[in-house]
């Protein structure tokens, strides 16, 4: 099952007023980078798109990975829009060994796309 979450706050005077949602994906088959959904993840994705049907959508960002894509197909069908594609998105390992200072690797992540680790 995805899981939607909406990053939401009042907007001050003067913004404008946003809100961010954040969808894991849907069902897939394994968690490599071209695994596909399930059947039950293809009818989580319509079932995704129909949640959004009456809100306003500017964008729609997903990871590289298939099973992101074809999370959040169904709903960029729906309202005529593109999927940009992110890299940034992609899930990371971080490292295959026990690092004591982990929390500084996985830091360093965020600025440097290549850390040394």
Known sequence: MHHTYCFCRQPEEGTIDKKIYLIR????????SESQLTESGFKQAVYL????????????????FLRAIQTIEPLAEKKNMKVEINRKLSERILSTKN?????????????DLQPEI
């Open 49 to 64: 798109s129909e949640f959004f049907t009456n809100m306003k959508v500017d964008r729609i960002i997903s990871s590289p």
């Open 99 to 111: 690092l004591p200072d982990w929390f500084e690797k996985l830091e360093e992540t965020f600025t």
């Open 25 to 32: 994906h849907c069902a897939a088959k394994g968690q490599s």
